[in-house]
């Protein structure tokens, strides 16, 4: 079985400019998650979807950063302008949805915020 | 999401089971006991879960207290390759977040 397909692995942008990142969850998967780990601190959640729709974006900065889950699959996440504060790795993860099911994650973007 | 306290970092030697402590003191009757781990430059990774019974799989085993309020993930035989964070997070029944918190780092050593 596939796991959870992000990229790019590694992105570096000056402060001000724009940037997306792209998840592909397990096939099937209902639920799908965007997490900001910044470095040495355990992931946070930005925001999570159940097939296409958000069912929770409370710590979600909405003045930079957007997500979408188009069709219900695949999501792509962006930040615009970035922050020098932005600088972590962000992380996608997806579930069944189902009682007890666990989250898979993927391997992360690092985000280099110059 | 009730909270969790684990230690900070803890060492075990290779090939020695490594268990590794987890309170959760204001878990309440639906929510289960998650174990993630983090390797260096990757996402979490799952290990195991639980609800009242122990449980065991192929990479660890879970002893949860009959009171339900701490934990251990036992690893029986500890490898290098078994160093990360270790992460236990409570969480609701149905389709919710994980919510982390600072996890413990486990370092196997030779």
């Known amino acids: 079985e596939a796991g959870v397909a992000q990229s790019p692995r590694y992105k570096i942008i000056e402060k001000r400019q724009s940037v997306a990142f792209w998840c592909n969850p397990i096939s099937g998967h209902a639920t799908l998650y965007w997490y900001q780990q910044i470095l040495g601190q355990g992931p946070k959640l930005l925001i999570q979807?159940?097939?296409?729709?958000?069912?929770?974006d409370s710590q979600l900065p909405k003045d930079r950063f957007s997500a979408e889950r188009l069709k219900g699959v695949d999501s792509t996440l962006k930040i615009q302008p970035a922050k020098l504060e932005d600088s972590a790795v962000y992380l996608c993860?997806?579930?069944?949805?189902?009682?007890?099911?666990?989250?898979?994650f993927g391997s992360g973007t690092q985000l280099s915020v110059l | 999401d009730a909270k969790t306290t684990q230690p900070t970092s803890m060492d075990c030697a290779e090939g020695r089971a490594a268990n590794l402590p987890c309170n959760h003191s204001?878990?309440?009757?639906?929510?289960?006991v998650y174990w993630y781990r983090q390797i260096h430059s990757q996402g979490p990774q799952y290990i195991i879960h639980g609800l009242k019974n122990n449980e065991t799989n192929e990479m660890a085993s879970l002893i949860i207290t009959e009171d339900r309020k701490s934990s251990t993930l036992i690893l029986p035989h500890a490898t290098l390759r078994d160093t990360a964070v270790y992460y236990c997070i409570v969480r609701m029944e149905y389709g919710n977040k994980l919510v982390f918190g600072a996890g413990t780092i486990l370092r196997v050593k030779s």
């Open positions: 979807f159940q097939n296409n729709g958000v069912v929770d």
């Open positions: 204001t878990i309440s009757g639906n929510e289960y």
């Open positions: 993860a997806s579930s069944s949805g189902r009682h007890g099911s666990a989250l898979f």
